[in-house]
């Protein structure tokens, strides 16, 4: 099949983003990821499968409305008897088979489906529209997700189409993928950027759902054959996973042993954007109110800053 007409299955497409590689960029969140991390800012992006979100703000209740439920094939919604909003069954909620019955007849935009289908050619279509921006300010795509190496054929054919087309590209990982979807990927990618969460494999396995060995063996495969590709190792620093300096050090000393010309370490703060999303889920965010000391992330980012020189972001 050609690259063009190879279809992947996202979540988002997020225009003039500043965050995600150089310059003005538009990034395409794919879906499914093989890691659970508890503090995940993007929990729909987790399920391979498409999910129902139900925002109760936006609801106009059960007395003025109530059509979702009268549409659903699968008798999956029901009304609160206090309330009067609906309540959504999960077990008997198929969104990815029903295309979108309760979500197109809520006018008030309180249901909403995450997950839709996309060919290469389309996503290339929507990304182009901003190629004025990625000239002015060397921007370009950016993969994201969920994780893009969850998708391997829609991500190559992706990175392969937008590569001919000379768009820059840059690849957001976790890393738990085969070494050669990455390898794949990192062919035709202008910058990569890994996350690094933890060293400690017991502890990873507890926030995330998996351990880290294949992820740390693959960043340095990677850094060893790309070694001219720019690649940033990003920390998201968690309060009560790897908010110490202990952490911070072990990490630090796995990045600067590896090889590679281009290489860069940053750590981000952890913040609470996306707690909403999980209740419009139905699922529970595990990281209950815990909150980030900011002292104590100036201090790990000077420690860092320390141990790294000018591999480190500050
Ligand atoms: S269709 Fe929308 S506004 Fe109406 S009851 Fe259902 S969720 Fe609420
Ligand atoms: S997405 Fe489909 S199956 Fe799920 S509640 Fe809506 S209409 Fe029913």
Redesign the pocket.
Known sequence: MQDRLVTGHIFNIQKYSVHDGPGIRTILFFKGCPLHCRWCSNPESQSAQNELA?NST?????KA????ADICPNQAISFSQQEGF?VIERKKCHASLCRER?SS??H?G??KIFGKYITVEEALREVEKDAVFYQRSSGGLTVSGGEPCFQPEFLLALLSEAERRYLDTAMETCGQAPYEVLRGAAAHLNTLIFDIKHTDASLHKAYTGVENSLILENIKKLCAEFRDLPILLRTPVIPGFNDSEDAIRELCAFVAALPGKNISYELLAYHRLGTQKYQQLGRDYRMGDIKLDNVLMTRLKNFALVQLGERFVA
Do not use: D
Not at 58 to 62: D, P, S
Not at 65 to 68: E, I, K, N, V
């Open positions: 139900f936006r609801c106009l209740t059960h409305c109530g059509t979702c609906p309760c007849v809520c008030a309180a249901l």
